[in-house]
Nanobody, 120 residues
Framework: QVQLVESGGGSVQAGGSLRLSCAVSGYSGSSYCMGWFRQAPGKARERAALIDGYGRPSYSDSVKGRFTVSKDNAKNTLYLQMNSLKPEDSAMYYC??????????????WGPGTQVAVSS
């Protein structure tokens, strides 16, 4: 079955950086959309960064210019490089996989999440 496992979360001071990784298995969607969502306490889960089946990244306005999403198909791994972190970036970060190229609708698969905490 499909498994997505995140790693790389942790605590960091504002202005710092973290790199999240998502190891993917059982998923033959190298040409499908994948990405990162996040959810802060008391808030809805939101899209942070996606990379579509054509390799094109897209970002929410709140992370644009600071986060970079990338994918290594040979290693079956998705990454999220997060720079210039802010306290409002604190959240549980989830790796997600779609069953379409265009990031349409909602992901079909989710990882368990990795916690990111940014202190001021």
């Amino acid at each position: 079955q499909v498994q997505l496992v995140e790693s790389g979360g942790g605590s960091v001071q504002a202005g710092g950086s973290l790199r999240l990784s998502c190891a993917v298995s059982g998923y033959s969607g190298s040409s499908y959309c994948m990405g990162w969502f996040r959810q802060a306490p008391g808030k809805a889960r939101e899209r942070a960064a996606l990379i579509d089946g054509y390799g094109r990244p897209s970002y929410s306005d709140s992370v644009k210019g600071r986060f970079t999403v990338s994918k290594d198909n040979a290693k079956n791994t998705l990454y999220l490089q997060m720079n210039s972190l802010k306290p409002e970036d604190s959240a549980m970060y989830y790796c997600a996989a779609f069953l379409n190229r265009d990031c349409a609708a909602w992901p079909s698969y989710w990882g368990p999440g990795t916690q990111v905490a940014v202190s001021s």
